[in-house]
């Protein structure tokens, strides 16, 4: 079956599965509606249903032959609170609590004494200094720390309550002015890390990063089981799987260069980054890292609360359209559905309104004069691929051209292509289903995997993937006969790294572009 892409945004929409839209039917319908990249939470179920899930989302990308994206988030060293009795502890204003790692959670008795929590984390009173916050459940309760004491087992951590609340078992704890001695990946990280490799999953989620060593030490581990394996894609290039860099934390905000260079994309992941620093400075530090991620040519997507409302309602809130419409004209390469989708009662219905949201937003933007600024790393080392699609784009402009196809058999030339900023859909052919699938978080690029022409020693091996190229903008909606698109690609096609020519093309027209060769 070929999906056909009507008015497709330019931006990408992330989906996070869980038990509201896991079918099979629903998973169709999503994509159908426009998700083409599908988060699965580690935080939450077995191994057995995540593969239950990629077997279904694998199987419906196939079925609409449309290359869709698995995004795999690593839970990381999140704090949690211990158990607590049902129906929770109800701490109130001024009261003490002692925060006891090794002790089992307790009320205040009736004669004094501190009420008892217990948590996740063995050397939390070693780690949180006296005057340091510890914020529960996303800061809604919010204690001081004032001494270290001897605890059950341990030591432990007097606080006072400043903000009261209902405390419950697994409730998160977020320390945001302490330095944790405790590593970005736990035993359970390392183990789900293994797991996505052997099940092909297509990008990793580092959750908790706080810099850029972190991110390369899950590299090196990726590359190294993959070349032990000895795995490569269909272009021969070794199969890791790219990092994306969850920005949460705010040493994370401080290494943000760091982190973008190391990184193959990242996450303003605004739940727990809206807990760590000043929530006044959540929309600030978002728009810093799009154009931090901008400029090092990464792909930036932003997360948590974009269309919270949906999650039980069936229509947004004013502000929650108007956030993400923002996130798009910040630059955004994707925008990111969590709860709304994995627990909501309309998945399909959230997707549907994001999706007329970014279309509106887009439409706006094209309005204007597209701005094509290409990433810093490209300028600094002269590559040629990026140095062609500056040119593709003065020259997409100039041409009026309503779409850009090139060959990327491993990626590089589409990645390179969207980070330009064309405006316009912007068609990535490959042989590597590999590849197709992770061109889906690419900005403007709409991958399709197609094997080259056979090669004819000549330039006509060009001329044939032009007439495939015409034909396939007609079939999906995307150009008519006479449209003006701009070509890019080298010679053979389906060998890596021989991007060298641009062409202007009229569709169907047989004495330009490549054709003409």
Known sequence: MTSELPRPTLAKIVATIGPASESPEMVRRLITAGVRVFRFNFSHGLPEDHENRLAVVRAAADELDMPVAVLGDLPGPKIRVGKVADPGIELATGDEVLIDPGAPASRAASGGGPTILSCTLAQLATDVEPGHKVLINDGAIRLLALERV???????????VIVGGLVTSGKGINLPMSNLNVPAMTERDWRWAEWAVNKGVDFLALSFVRSADEILRLKDYLASVCSVRKEVDASGAPASIPVIAKMEKPQAVEAMESICEAADGIMVARGDLGV??????????QKRLIACADSWGKPCIVATQMLETMTTSAIPTRAE?????????DGADAVMLSGETAIGKHPTLVVETMRRIIMAAEERMAEG??????PRRAVEIRYRTAALAHAAWHAARDFGAVAVA????????????????FGVPILAYSSSQTQTRRMALQKGVFAIRMN????????????????AVDRDLIKRGIAKEGDAIVLVAGRPLGVRNVTNCVALHRVGDRASGFMAF
Do not use: K
């Not at 090139?406 to 900023?421: D, F, K, V």
């Open 276 to 285: 760590e620093i000043d929530l006044a400075m959540v929309p600030v530090v």
């Open 150 to 160: 001897a605890g059950a087992t341990g030591a432990a951590l007097s606080c006072r």
């Open 406 to 421: 090139t060959w990327s058999q491993s990626g590089g030339a589409a990645r390179y292509l969207a980070q330009t900023g």
């Open 321 to 329: 359209a108007s956030d993400v419409a923002n996130a798009i004209f």
């Open 369 to 374: 004069i597209q701005h094509a600024s290409p």
């Open 452 to 467: 080259p022409p056979p090669p004819n020693g000549g330039p006509g091996e060009l001329a044939d993937w032009n007439a």
